[in-house]
């Protein structure tokens, strides 16, 4: 279990970008001691009874949204979830005048998700609400790098390993498009992983070595070579312009997550996934659901502790009493 001293002062999460090591453990150690919860028969607790979570999505999500949702109600909290497609952002109003509004009902917590990057800290400098990043377009999604990394964490006696330190991690698919793959290199870094990004040229940060302090593998066979970790990314064509590879079935047979390329990697070597999968496009449907390998499903789950970490956290800063 990663280890470091109980920290925890800010009064957003905006990214990984800039979390110690000590703030990451104590958010994982917070979550670990929460998820029991989850196991109740009852999974209720009164913890944030009093408190009131918006969730403001700007894009479609069912896993996030239903994940922050559960998150808040299992601990008491009142959650309203604002559906854009018929709120007055329909009618023309900017995120400020919708936030600004929202706020003066005086929520604790506002949870947003919104497809431009750098929305999340626009919001956080001009508004007193506490901001949580459920995903700002290409840039950063924070709690789904601490629920991989929570889940990594937890596979640690299986990969022979009672650390991060050196852990060769490879990060595989559309890293251009991905916030996940910039929050996971990040975070992974942090805590002292090596870290691949695997794909083809036209779906790879400009500069990604440089920007990112990771290897850089444009050969899916090298780039699986040893690792104890393969991070699968969703292909996001809702985000392509243009043609950033030649077809489906060229892709799966180039970048795809076979059982052969599995092979590849580390005989332990463990296979996460950020959701929603295509199968057969990123990752074959043997892998995606072999309970030896695939830890997809551990994700889901701890990504409910994770977002309940959170909040509580975000809550807890901001008592008076």
């Known amino acids: 279990m990663i280890s470091g001293h109980s920290t925890w002062n800010r009064k957003h999460l905006l990214g990984m970008e800039g979390l110690s090591r000590d703030e990451i453990s104590t958010l994982l150690e917070t979550a670990a001691s929460i998820r029991e919860i989850n196991r109740r028969e009852i999974k209720k607790v009164p913890t944030l009874r009093g408190r009131t979570?918006?969730?403001?999505?700007?894009?479609?999500?069912?896993r996030t949204?239903?994940?922050?949702?559960?998150?808040g109600k299992r601990m008491s909290a009142d959650v309203i979830n604002v559906s854009v497609a018929t709120s007055s952002v329909a009618k023309g109003e900017t995120l400020y005048d919708t936030m600004a509004n929202l706020e003066a009902m005086n929520p604790d917590v506002v949870v947003v998700r919104h497809p431009q990057s750098g929305a999340n800290e626009f919001l956080?400098?001009?508004?007193?609400?506490?901001?949580?990043?459920?995903?700002?377009?290409?840039?950063?999604?924070?709690?789904?790098?601490?629920?991989?990394?929570?889940?990594?964490?937890?596979?640690?006696p299986r990969l022979g390993r009672d650390n991060f330190e050196g852990m060769e991690v490879a990060i595989c698919g559309d890293s251009l498009h991905s916030r996940v793959a910039r929050s996971n290199a990040i975070a992974l870094k942090t805590l002292g992983a090596k870290v691949?990004?695997?794909?083809?040229?036209?779906?790879?940060?400009?500069?990604?070595?440089?920007?990112?302090?990771?290897?850089?593998?444009?050969?899916?066979?090298?780039?699986?070579?040893?690792?104890?970790?393969?991070?699968?990314?969703?292909?996001?064509?809702?985000?392509?312009?243009?043609g950033f590879f030649p077809s489906i079935r060229e892709y799966f047979?180039?970048?795809?997550?076979?059982?052969?390329?599995?092979?590849?990697?580390?005989?332990?070597?463990?296979?996460?996934?950020?959701?929603?999968?295509?199968?057969?496009?990123?990752?074959?449907?043997?892998?995606?659901?072999?309970?030896?390998?695939?830890?997809i499903l551990e994700q889901v789950a701890n990504g409910l502790a994770v977002r309940m970490a959170i909040l509580y956290r975000l809550c807890a800063g901001r008592r008076k009493d």
Not at 54 to 60: G, S
């Open 124 to 156: 956080a400098q001009h508004l007193d609400t506490a901001i949580v990043n459920a995903g700002d377009g290409r840039h950063e999604h924070p709690t789904q790098a601490l629920l991989d990394i929570l889940t990594i964490d937890d596979n640690l």
């Open 53 to 62: 979570v918006i969730n403001l999505f700007y894009e479609n999500s069912t």
């Open 196 to 242: 691949r990004f695997v794909g083809p040229p036209t779906l790879m940060p400009t500069r990604a070595e440089e920007a990112f302090g990771v290897k850089v593998y444009h050969d899916m066979d090298e780039g699986l070579d040893g690792v104890q970790v393969v991070m699968m990314l969703r292909l996001q064509r809702e985000r392509m312009s243009g």
């Open 253 to 295: 047979e180039f970048w795809g997550l076979s059982r052969s390329r599995l092979a590849k990697a580390a005989p332990e070597a463990i296979v996460m996934h950020p959701g929603p999968m295509n199968r057969g496009v990123e990752i074959a449907s043997d892998v995606a659901d072999d309970p030896d390998r695939a830890v």
């Open 65 to 71: 949204r239903t994940s922050f949702e559960l998150a």
